[in-house]
């Protein structure tokens, strides 16, 4: 905006080369701009995408399905293997250690431990934080504490979960207002009036 009224100002002053310049400089510097943001964004979305095989309980039998078709609800039977997490989830059988410094910087190891057994209490996230499997933490070990294996109940996939909000929050961030942009309308009046 600033510049298409400095090429007015140089043109009304008989100033060609000058107004050619800025309006040269100014295409290049906007199709920079957007090249180089297209091209994070792909970088980010490439870097985000994870597909993975997933262990379901599905009809009382275990079933191999793709991370991207999990629902709320699914029964997930969790490996011994190291992996990382591709949903929300709720550990309900056996105990894990996570590397969760992906989402909260924590550079230490977490245990988390199945959800209680106790049926009258309501699932709430912040009170069975230690129960709860982040989506894009990496899960360094899973032990079984019973013959069932180590279970869990995904409870978010997709932008819903914590890395999906984490993400969401990169792409679409909330518009901050600046003084800057109200100023730069004050000195375009007075140009403009000049």
Do not use: H
């Not at 969790?78 to 924590?106: H, I, K, R, W």
């Not at 978010?156 to 309308?185: A, M, Q």
Request: aromatic share 8%; glycine share 6%; with cysteine.
């Amino acid at each position: 905006m600033y510049q298409s009224f400095i090429v007015i100002i140089w043109f009304l002053q008989l100033y060609y080369q000058f107004g050619i310049c800025i309006i040269i400089l100014s295409i290049i510097s906007v199709s920079a701009t957007v090249w180089e943001t297209r091209k994070q964004s792909r970088s980010l979305r490439n870097a985000v995408r994870t597909e993975s095989v997933a262990t379901v309980l599905r009809n009382g039998k275990e079933t191999q399905v793709s991370s991207e078709e999990l629902v709320p609800g699914d029964a997930l039977v969790l490996s011994q293997s190291p992996f990382v997490l591709f949903c929300d989830a709720v550990l309900v059988s056996g105990n894990c250690v996570v590397n969760e410094s992906m989402l909260t910087g924590e550079s230490t190891p977490i245990t988390k431990l199945p959800i209680s057994e106790d049926s009258s209490a309501a699932f709430d996230c912040q009170t069975n934080k230690r129960s709860i499997l982040s989506c894009g933490t990496e899960v360094l070990l899973c032990r079984s504490t019973d013959t069932n294996g180590v279970r869990a109940i995904v409870y978010r996939t997709g932008f819903s979960t914590s890395k999906g909000e984490l993400v969401r929050s990169i792409l679409f961030p909330k518009p901050v207002g600046l003084k800057l942009y109200s100023d730069l309308l004050k000195c375009m009046v007075i140009f403009f009036l000049l």
